[in-house]
């Protein structure tokens, strides 16, 4: 990666995130920059998806990001810095291109309305749109084995499921609805029906603790510096559930955020706590390995692409409905 790259991809990253680029900055350089190429791929394929108004354009976008990512993987020459950049983090650490596959099949479930009748048709959007993110990552911090990569992924849907009950007003103003009609009855607009809103709302952050309650027993398969910054990120987004939660879950509420003394403080309380349990622990896994005392792994109605993740063939999430 070149050193424009890596500017062009970090100003990305700070312009788009403040809360990652803030428990970023806890990475090692080198685990950083290539983080911060990862997450300009990922805006660059949400941005093409977002932007347009119509959803031929959306459409015609997918489409694009598609033939672009054909172009990385066959090792095309790029001139745009994202996709350069990119092309040299998922070359160096052999990131499967499977998960980069199903991140732009996330996208083209947002191409036109967006409605879910049940919660395991939000998982699949969720391992799509941000499950697939913890998996790259988490071979980007040089882990392989199938145990914590699905953790991985799960600290992934935690965080979109947290997304999700963060913008319900904001999404539905944009035709998408992502709360399961199961949940709330889907008639009429979700924001029309605030009290079974906010259970469904409340519901979802169920599942979600779950999912980074999965995902925080991972990092002690991550260098110690990786998993501190990924313990900052979860306890950030985590937070925001909770800042949801003091709401009454009140969809109508507006943007949750939380202040940059809060993440300041939960930054100092991931550091402290991995540094604890490292030294409770004798010794840090220096690149993955060790066994983990984890909590039973919360089931998915899907299969994740895990099996032989570091070669060129990769398990199918299977079809909703489908046999195992």
């Known amino acids: 990666m070149t050193r424009d790259e890596e500017t062009a991809t970090l100003q990305i990253l700070a312009r788009h ?53 054909g172009a990385v993987y066959a090792g095309d020459a790029q001139d745009e810095p994202v996709l350069a950049a990119m092309q040299d983090v998922v ?13 732009i099949e996330g996208m083209a479930m947002d191409v036109g309305l967006v409605r879910y009748e049940t919660m395991d048709e939000l998982l699949l959007y969720c391992y799509r749109a941000a499950g697939t993110v ?91 510096r990786c998993a501190v910054a990924i313990r900052a990120a979860g ?6 559930g909770a800042v949801i939660a003091r709401r009454g879950f009140d969809v109508r509420a507006g943007r949750a955020v939380v202040s940059r003394t809060r993440k300041l403080w939960l930054i100092a309380r991931a ?6 349990r490292a030294a409770w622990r004798g010794l840090w896994p220096a690149k993955g390995g060790g066994a983990v005392n984890s909590p039973a792994l919360v089931p998915l109605p899907f299969d994740l692409p895990l099996a032989g993740a570091a070669g060129p063939d990769h398990v199918a999430a299977r079809a909703l409905g489908a046999a195992p």
């Open 134 to 224: 913890g998996l790259m990552m988490a071979h980007v911090m040089g882990v392989r084995d199938a145990g914590t990569l699905r953790r991985a992924a799960d600290l992934g849907l935690a965080m979109q499921l947290t997304n999700i009950c963060r913008d319900v007003a904001e999404d539905e103003l944009r035709g998408r609805v992502y709360l399961p009609a199961a949940l709330w009855g889907g008639d009429g607009a979700v924001t029309a029906a605030p009290e079974r809103a906010a259970a469904a709302v409340a519901e979802v952050l169920r599942r979600a603790d779950a999912l980074y309650g999965s995902g925080d027993a991972g990092l002690g398969r991550l260098p110690l």
């Open 91 to 103: 070359t160096r650490h052999g990131i499967p291109r499977r998960y980069c596959d199903d991140l």
């Open 17 to 69: 995130s403040k809360s990652f680029s803030l428990a970023g900055k806890l990475l090692p350089r080198w685990c950083r920059r290539d983080a911060a190429a990862l997450y300009a791929w990922c805006r660059r394929c949400d941005d093409a998806v977002d932007v347009p108004e119509d959803a031929a354009a959306r459409a015609a976008a997918v489409t694009r990001l598609r033939l672009e990512l």
């Open 235 to 240: 306890l950030i987004y985590r937070e925001i």
């Open 271 to 276: 550091v402290c706590g991995t540094v604890a």
